[in-house]
C-alpha cells in the first residue's frame, strides 16, 4: 500500500479521500489554486502545494503542475476525484510515464470510453444491449438530418465526447433538429474541445439506472448493484438512491451481468459506472461507463458498509478487490441529494459569496454530510457551487425518505441562495414518494417544484406569529433576571403593542407584539393571532395557538429566525439586517447585463441591431454552465462593450439600448 498519495482535486471530494488516507495511515497530499489557498481541503491535507491560477485551466487541468507537485511533496499515486482530469487518458499515461501510480482504469480502457460513438459499437460487440442510433465519422449537417430523420423522433443529440449533462439536446421534430445540432456542437468544442455528436433514439418516461463496478489487474470484474438517479434537471442527478424502487431481483441481475459485461469489454480496472437508461417496460439500455468514482458513490458506501475509495487505492496498489460478487450484499435503503449555492427561482442560476450562517444534521451511522465547506468559507466563483452532499439510510424507502426529510429541515444557509426548498418540496412530491419519477418529470413539472409556497391566509398569519414570538422569546432569554428584558411595552394601561419591522425574502412585514413569559398576541394588519402556553426548548417551539396546539422547529435568535413547520420553511430578519439590492445595478430597461461572472461565448447581435424585447442577444458560460442573456426591451442596440473570449463581472454592462424614445 501507498505511503503518501496527492490528490489531484479540489473541495467535497478531495476532503473525502483525505478521510479514507486518515484511517489507512496514508499521508494526503493537496494541491491548491488561488482562490482556494484557504479552503478546507488544504487544511486538512498533511501536505499542499500550489498549482496556479483561479480558473480551473489555470490550477486543476494543468497536469505538469498536479505531476510536479507530486514528485516534490514525495507521493507514490495520484488520485483524482471527480471531474477536472479524472477521465483524461493522457494525463493518466503521464501519471504512470512519472513513475507514479493512477488510482484510476488503465488510460487505455478510458479511451475507450472517452467516446461515446466507438464506447456505443464496442458494447454492441459484447451483446451489451443498445440504443438504436448513429455514431458515424461522417458530421456533416446533411448526413446528420438524414440519419436523424431515420432514426425517427424524438431523438436525442449527445457530445460524443464528455459527459454531466453537457452537450445533450432532445429533439422532438425535424425541423428542430438543425438549431438543436448547431447549440450542442458549439456547446460540447467549448467543455470538451471536440465536437462530434452521436444520435440516438430518445426513450420515452426513461428512468436511469447505474450500476457500481470494480475491476481489479488479476481479472476479477464484479459490481456492487445499482444507484437510482431518475430525478434529474436538464441531465444533473437531483436525488441518487440505492436500490432502485423500480428494479426487480430478475431485472437486477440482468443488468448487473450486463455491467460486468461492458466492463470486460474493455478490460476494466479500478471503481467505475455502467449507466442504462430503462424504459417503463423493463427493456435496458448501455449509455455509458464512467471512468472514475462518482459524486454519489456514498449511496452505495451506505448500503454495502464498504469505502470504494479505500478499494480504490487497494486495487490500484496491486490487490486483488476486497470481496468476490457473493460476497456483496445491500443492507436498507439510502438517498443522495446536493445542497448547491443556486437559486431555482431564477433557472437554477449559481451563486457564490460568504456562508455567513451554515448549520447541517449532526452526522451518525444513518445521516452522512460529506462537504468542502465550514461556515465563513466562501463560494468560489471559479469552481462547482456545492455545498454539501447529504446522504441518509435506514431500513426501508418510506423511512429513509422520512429521514432525509427531517435531515434537510435542520440545515440552515445564509449567504447565498440554495436549494435546499426545492430539494424539501422534491422529497414530498407524490411522484418521488412513489418511486415513479422518471428522467424528464422535474424540466415538465418544474412549477410543482419552485415558486412561491401556496399557504392559506390564517397559516401565513401563524406562521409570521410563531416567528415573531421566537425572536420576543430569544431577547428575554438573554438577560431573565433583568426586569428590562421583558420587552412588553408596559403602560400604566396594561401590556403595549411593541412594532416589529421584519423581512422574509423581498417581503415587508410589519408586524406588533405585546405579551411576555409565553403568552402572547402578535397583531399583522387587523389580524391578531393569540399564543398562549409557549415554551422553546431544544430547537422547538410549542404552545397553544387559538384552540389547538403547535409544534415547530426553530433556531435564530433575537435578530432573526428560521421556522419549520415540517413541511415548510420560514426564515425571517429584522430590517435593520436587511440590505436592498442596488436599484442601479443593471436594473433599468436599457441594458443587458451579466448576472454572474462568466465568459462571453457567443455575441448575437451587433451595433445597429434591431431587437425584441426577450430576445437572445448574447450567451455567456459561467459554473460549468451556459446562460441566454436576453434583450429587455425592443430597441436598437447602441454599444456592444464585450466580444466572445472575454471574460466578465458580475453586473458588467454587456449591451447597451438606444434610448427609447
Not at 460524443?160 to 422532438?172: D, E, P
Not at 438517498?335 to 449532526?362: C, H, I, N, T, W
Not at 409565553?518 to 422547538?540: I, K, P
Not at 445595478?585 to 457567443?602: E, F, L, N, T, Y
Amino acid at each position: 500500500m501507498f505511503d503518501s498519495l496527492l490528490i489531484a482535486n479540489r473541495g467535497e471530494i478531495a476532503c473525502r479521500i483525505i478521510r479514507t488516507c486518515r484511517r489507512m495511515g496514508i499521508r494526503a497530499i493537496a494541491v491548491y489554486s488561488d482562490a482556494d489557498a484557504d479552503t478546507q481541503h488544504v487544511r486538512l491535507a498533511d501536505a499542499a502545494y500550489h498549482i496556479g491560477g483561479s480558473r480551473p485551466q489555470d490550477s486543476y487541468l494543468r497536469g505538469d503542475a498536479i505531476i510536479e507537485a507530486a514528485k516534490k511533496s514525495g507521493a507514490q499515486a495520484i488520485h483524482p476525484g471527480y471531474g477536472f482530469l479524472s477521465e483524461n487518458a493522457d494525463f493518466a499515461d503521464a501519471v504512470e510515464a512519472a513513475g507514479l501510480v493512477f488510482v484510476g482504469p488503465r488510460a487505455a480502457s478510458m479511451r475507450k470510453m472517452g467516446s461515446k460513438a466507438g464506447a456505443k459499437e464496442l458494447m454492441q460487440a459484447a451483446n451489451v444491449p443498445v440504443v438504436p442510433g448513429y455514431t458515424g465519422e461522417d458530421q456533416s449537417p446533411e448526413i446528420l438530418q438524414q440519419e436523424a430523420d431515420r432514426i425517427g423522433y424524438p431523438l436525442m443529440i449527445k457530445a460524443a465526447h464528455g459527459g454531466g449533462g453537457k452537450g445533450m439536446r432532445i429533439v422532438h421534430a425535424p425541423l428542430e433538429f438543425l438549431p438543436h445540432l448547431e447549440s450542442c456542437q458549439r456547446e460540447a468544442k467549448n467543455a470538451f474541445g471536440r465536437d462530434r455528436v452521436l444520435l440516438e433514439r430518445y426513450i420515452e418516461r426513461p428512468r436511469h439506472i447505474e450500476f457500481q463496478i470494480f475491476g481489479d489487474s488479476h481479472g476479477q470484474i464484479i459490481h456492487l448493484n445499482e444507484r437510482e438517479c431518475s430525478a434529474q434537471r436538464r441531465y444533473q442527478k437531483v436525488i441518487e438512491e440505492s436500490p432502485s424502487p423500480f428494479v426487480t431481483p430478475e431485472l437486477r441481475a440482468a443488468m448487473g451481468a450486463a455491467a460486468i459485461a461492458a466492463g470486460r469489454a474493455i478490460d476494466y480496472q479500478n471503481a467505475g459506472t455502467v449507466e442504462f437508461i430503462v424504459g417503463q417496460d423493463g427493456s435496458f439500455y448501455f449509455m455509458e461507463i464512467n471512468t472514475r468514482l462518482q459524486v454519489e458513490h456514498p449511496v452505495t458506501e451506505m448500503v454495502t458498509a464498504l469505502d470504494l475509495v479505500e478499494w480504490q487505492l487497494r486495487v490500484a496498489a496491486g490487490e486483488p478487490l476486497p470481496l468476490p460478487q457473493d460476497a456483496i450484499w445491500s443492507n436498507g435503503h439510502a438517498m443522495e441529494v446536493r445542497l448547491y449555492a443556486e437559486d431555482p427561482d431564477a433557472g437554477f442560476l449559481p451563486g457564490s459569496g460568504k456562508l455567513v450562517r451554515l448549520r447541517l444534521p449532526e452526522t451518525s451511522s444513518k445521516v452522512r454530510i460529506d462537504s468542502g465547506v465550514v461556515e465563513g468559507d466562501t463560494v468560489s466563483i471559479f469552481y462547482d457551487p456545492m455545498i454539501a452532499k447529504l446522504i441518509v439510510r435506514d431500513s426501508d424507502r418510506p423511512r429513509a425518505l422520512a429521514r432525509l426529510r427531517e435531515a434537510l429541515a435542520r440545515c440552515e444557509i445564509e449567504g447565498p441562495k440554495s436549494n435546499i426548498e426545492f430539494l424539501e418540496r422534491l422529497v414530498r412530491h407524490p411522484i418521488v414518494v412513489a418511486g415513479d419519477i422518471d428522467t424528464g418529470y422535474l424540466d415538465r413539472h418544474l412549477d410543482e417544484f419552485i415558486g412561491a409556497t401556496s399557504r392559506s391566509d390564517e397559516e401565513t398569519h401563524t406562521l409570521h406569529a410563531l416567528a415573531a414570538t421566537t425572536m420576543r422569546m430569544s431577547s428575554e432569554t438573554i438577560d431573565a433576571a433583568s426586569p428590562w428584558s421583558t420587552g412588553d411595552g408596559w403602560r400604566l394601561d396594561g401590556a403595549g403593542w411593541t412594532p416589529l419591522h421584519l423581512v422574509s425574502g423581498n417581503e415587508d412585514l410589519r408586524l406588533s407584539i405585546r405579551g411576555h413569559g409565553g403568552d402572547y398576541d402578535v397583531r399583522e394588519g387587523e389580524h391578531v393571532t393569540e399564543l398562549r402556553g409557549l415554551r422553546l426548548q431544544d430547537g422547538w417551539l410549542s404552545g397553544r395557538i387559538g384552540d389547538g396546539q403547535r409544534r415547530v422547529q426553530v433556531s435564530g435568535d433575537g435578530e432573526r429566525v428560521l421556522l419549520h413547520d415540517g413541511a415548510r420553511r420560514l426564515h425571517l430578519r429584522r430590517a435593520s439586517l436587511y440590505r436592498h439590492a442596488d436599484e442601479g445595478s443593471g436594473a433599468s430597461g436599457d441594458r443587458v447585463i451579466a448576472p454572474m461572472p462568466g465568459r462571453i461565448v457567443q455575441a448575437k447581435s451587433a451595433v445597429g441591431d434591431s431587437v425584441e424585447a426577450g430576445q437572445v442577444v448574447m450567451v455567456m458560460e459561467a459554473m460549468k454552465m451556459e446562460l441566454a442573456l436576453k434583450a429587455p426591451r425592443a430597441g436598437k442596440i447602441a454599444e456592444v462593450r464585450v466580444r466572445e473570449g472575454d471574460f466578465v463581472e458580475a453586473d458588467a454592462a454587456l449591451i447597451l439600448l438606444e434610448p427609447s424614445a
